[in-house]
């Protein structure tokens, strides 16, 4: 099952639900994620966004946000709580994004960006 989901959209969309946020985001990094044998990975870091710009790339696994650490064997409530970590942030901040590449651990520095300003791609209907 495939998680369209960015890091700071106004309602987070897992498992086909909406989660309506109380204080909509405006923060976003441009990054598209999903669930894949337990780990949150990278499906697709949006063009032009501060996630592409940082250097983060399709296949990465989210393993840290600042000092929040990604559970092993991540359930959508783990996703949840990942993207909230994230979403938490408003446009300017600095936030850490640690990544695993393949068997290398890495670190990013990602500025958060206005979501408006970040062109997420339309989703496909079914």
Request: glycine share 8%; proline share 5%; net charge neutral.
């Amino acid at each position: 099952m495939r998680l369209f989901v960015s890091f700071a959209l106004a309602v987070l969309l897992v498992a086909g639900l909406a989660v309506q946020a109380d204080d909509p985001p405006e923060g976003s990094i441009g990054v598209l994620i999903e669930i894949t044998d337990g780990k949150i990975v990278v499906t697709m870091p949006v063009e032009g966004s501060p996630a592409e710009k940082a250097g983060i790339k399709a296949g990465d696994v989210i393993v840290k946000v600042d000092d929040f650490k990604v559970k092993d064997n991540v359930t959508q409530e783990d996703l949840e709580a990942t993207v909230k970590e994230i979403v938490k942030h408003k446009p300017g901040d600095k936030i850490k994004i640690g990544i695993k590449r393949g068997d290398k651990d890495m670190t990013l520095e990602v500025t958060v960006a206005k979501r408006s300003e970040i062109k997420f791609p339309k989703k496909d209907k079914d």
